[in-house]
């Protein structure tokens, strides 16, 4: 089973929920931090890196001696990669997608493919709890492709938590596209609930089961409940806004370290997971 949790905006708690949700099950799981232009699973699970992989794509790189500047490859880029200009064809590596049509269109083969270097693979484990995530290269705007390639690491035979970036965008639904299950977090205040409405309905399009999780729950309103109750979303975990859990946070530590009775309430949380995956 593959679990995504993901959130309308950032610092809801969502790498809190994934890090304490995969180490409370313990055995055959891994996390995959999709969330790869800040990741920070590993500040809490600490894991031993014993791989590291540069991820490139490939961009087009342009022989001017085969070059009839006849066009074509510009008239198929949709993103404006690659131009003829006058006696001139410009390559812009950071706008191009990687979909290979400017080399089908080339009536000459003039164009061949190079890399461009998106950010690297680090993959570990901490007590047999697989670990794999994405750093984005400073600068770098396009993260899909790296995501594509952390998500490439879901083992089948194992539950795979993934931790996904915050918000709605491209970014997210390439993290949890094929999920058997996505996990809301959010927190009760008007931006938490505002952003908790467009990411329900970016999911009710991807068709995949959800739930959610409300983080400081004893804070702020009732309108998240109520928004949740009006669209079916079953709530499966609330956390209070708790001192001792801002401390453990605060050192880097898990909650299910710090309070070991929390442990218990995250494995009800995975089998209520479960029972709907089950029941769609």
């Not at 809490?44 to 342009?62: D, H, K, M, S």
């Not at 290979?100 to 000459?108: A, F, L, Q, T, Y």
């Not at 639904?173 to 938490?192: A, C, H, N, Q, W």
Request: proline share 6%; aromatic share 4%.
């Amino acid at each position: 089973m593959i679990i995504s949790i993901a959130s309308g905006k950032g610092g809801t708690g969502k790498t809190t929920v994934a890090t304490n949700l995969a180490f409370s099950i313990g055995n055959n799981v891994q996390i995959l931090d999709c969330d790869v232009e800040e990741p920070n699973a590993h500040l809490f699970l600490n894991p031993v890196i014993n791989e590291t992989e540069r991820i490139t794509t490939p961009v087009p790189e342009v022989d001017e001696n085969k070059c009839t500047l006849c066009g074509k490859c510009a008239e198929i880029c949709q993103f404006k990669a690659i131009l003829v200009i006058a006696e001139t064809i410009l390559t812009f590596d950071e706008m191009c997608h990687s979909c290979g049509g400017c080399m089908e269109v080339c009536p000459v083969n003039a164009i061949s493919e190079k890399g461009r270097e998106l950010g690297v693979i680090e993959r570990g484990n901490r007590n047999g709890l697989g670990f794999v995530h994405g750093r984005l290269r400073v600068g770098e705007a396009m993260s899909p492709p790296l995501i594509r390639k952390v998500r490439s690491f879901t083992n089948p035979k194992m539950l795979t938590i993934i931790d996904a970036p915050p918000g709605t965008s491209c970014p997210v639904i390439t993290s949890m596209k094929d999920s058997d299950f996505v996990l809301l977090v959010t927190e009760p205040t008007p931006f938490g609930l505002h952003d908790l409405k467009l990411a329900v309905e970016a999911v009710k399009v991807l068709g995949i089961p959800q739930g959610l999780v409300i983080n400081r729950s004893d804070i702020g309103d009732r309108q998240v409940h109520i928004h949740a109750e009006q669209e079916g979303l079953p709530i499966l975990m609330e956390i209070p806004f708790s001192r001792n859990i801002a401390e453990a946070y605060s050192r880097g530590e898990l909650i299910v370290d710090a309070m070991p009775e929390w442990r218990e309430k995250f494995l009800g949380l995975y089998s209520r997971i479960k029972q709907i995956v089950e029941q769609a």
